[in-house]
C-alpha cells in the first residue's frame, strides 16, 4: 500500500488564509505587520528562501524589506543595521537568512535581534522559553511541522517521535515541541550506533540532516508518519528530501514530499510569528 500524501502546499494555503484574517484585523485597525530580512552574501539558496519568503508576506498583505548586503560586510555595520531595525516602528519582525559569513559571529547577530521582534525563534531567551513550554516565536520550520500533523490528525501523546538530525534550527526545537504534546521523543545525530534500531521504533519519523535519501524503507516501520525536512540538490538537477520517497512510501502510512512538503509551512509559519509579533507590539491580542 502506498502512503496518504500530506501536502504541504495545500495545507499551507488553508493556514495561510487563517494568518490572513489575522493580518487583515490588524489592518482594519490601521496597524500593518512589517517584516525585515537580512540576507548576506550571494549564496543562491538562501537568495531562493528569501524571495518565497517576501513573496508570501506580499500575498498575505504584510509590508516587507529586504536588505541584502555584501558579502564583505562588517559585523558591525550588520549590528548597527539591526539596532535600527529594532528601533524601527513599521517592523515587527527581523530575520537574519543564515548562514552567515565566517567573519560574522552568528550567535551576536542573533542575541542583537530584539527578543519581540525575533520572528525566527532562534534568540538566547527565546530558545529558553521554548524549552520550559511557554514558547514566544516556535522557529518555523517545527511549527510548520506541527501544523502539518496537527492539521492531518496525526495523535502525538503517547507516540514515539524520532528525530534525526539535531540542529539549532529544526532537530533541538522539533523536540521540543513534540516533548510538548506529550510524545516520547528521542533525537538521532550522525553519530547514533545502530540508527535502524531507534528509526524503525518511529511512530513519527522527523528527518533533518541534509544527507540526500538516507532514510530507506529498512529505516522505517510498517505505517509510521514520515516527515522530510530535507532539501538537496543532485548533480543530475533533481531535488530530493533526506528520505527516499519512492520505496519509504511503500512503508509509511503519511509521508511529506519533497518539494512541496515542509518548505511551504515554513514561509507561512514565519507570516505567523510575524502577525503574532505585530498583535503583541499593538495589544491586539486574540
Ligand atoms: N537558513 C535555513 N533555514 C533558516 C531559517 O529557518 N531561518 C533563517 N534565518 N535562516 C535559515
Known amino acids: 500500500m502506498s ?12 493556514v495561510r488564509k487563517e494568518w490572513k484574517e489575522r493580518a487583515d484585523r490588524l489592518k482594519a485597525k490601521n496597524i500593518l505587520p512589517g517584516l ?18 517576501i513573496k508570501a508576506c506580499h500575498e498575505v498583505g504584510l509590508h516587507s524589506e529586504v536588505h541584502d548586503l555584501p558579502e564583505d560586510i562588517s559585523e558591525k555595520m550588520l549590528l548597527k543595521l539591526i539596532d535600527q531595525l529594532n528601533e524601527e516602528k ?10 552567515l559569513p565566517k567573519h560574522i559571529d552568528e550567535n551576536r547577530i542573533l542575541e542583537t535581534i530584539k527578543m519581540d521582534k525575533d520572528v525566527d525563534g532562534f534568540h538566547l531567551y527565546n530558545v529558553g522559553a521554548l524549552m520550559t513550554g511557554n514558547t514566544v516565536f516556535p ?7 506541527m501544523r502539518m500533523l496537527e492539521y492531518s490528525k496525526v495523535p502525538i501523546a503517547g507516540q514515539n517521535a524520532v528525530i ?13 515541541l513534540l516533548l510538548q504534546k506529550d510524545a516520547t521523543v528521542t533525537i538521532c545525530t550522525s553519530k547514533t550506533k545502530d540508527l535502524i534500531q531507534h528509526t524503525k521504533q518511529a511512530d513519527i519519523l522527523v528527518v533533518a540532516t541534509g ?4 532514510i530507506k524503507a529498512e529505516h522505517v516501520k510498517q505505517g509510521a508518519i514520515v516527515v522530510d525536512v530535507g532539501i538537496n540538490r543532485l548533480d543530475d538537477g533533481r531535488l530530493v528530501g533526506d528520505v527516499a520517497f519512492e520505496e519509504v512510501s511503500k512503508v509509511a502510512s503519511q509521508i511529506t ?4 512538503g515542509v518548505g511551504p509551512m515554513t514561509i507561512t509559519m514565519l507570516v505567523a510569528n510575524t502577525v503574532m509579533a505585530a498583535e503583541r507590539h499593538s495589544g491586539n491580542l486574540p
Request: charged share 15%; with cysteine; proline share 12%.
Open 164 to 176: 534525526v538530525g539535531r540542529s539549532n534550527i529544526v532537530g533541538k526545537p522539533m523536540a521540543m
Open 257 to 260: 514530499p519533497v518539494p512541496g
Open 90 to 99: 513599521k517592523i515587527n519582525g527581523i530575520l537574519v537568512q543564515l548562514p
Open 211 to 214: 544527507r540526500p535519501e538516507m
Open 139 to 145: 522557529p518555523c520550520t517545527p511549527f510548520g511541522v
Open 36 to 53: 525585515a530580512v537580512i540576507i548576506v552574501g550571494d549564496n543562491p539558496a538562501s537568495k531562493l528562501y528569501v524571495s518565497n519568503k
Open 3 to 14: 502512503a496518504v500524501i500530506i501536502d504541504g502546499k495545500a495545507i499551507s494555503v488553508a
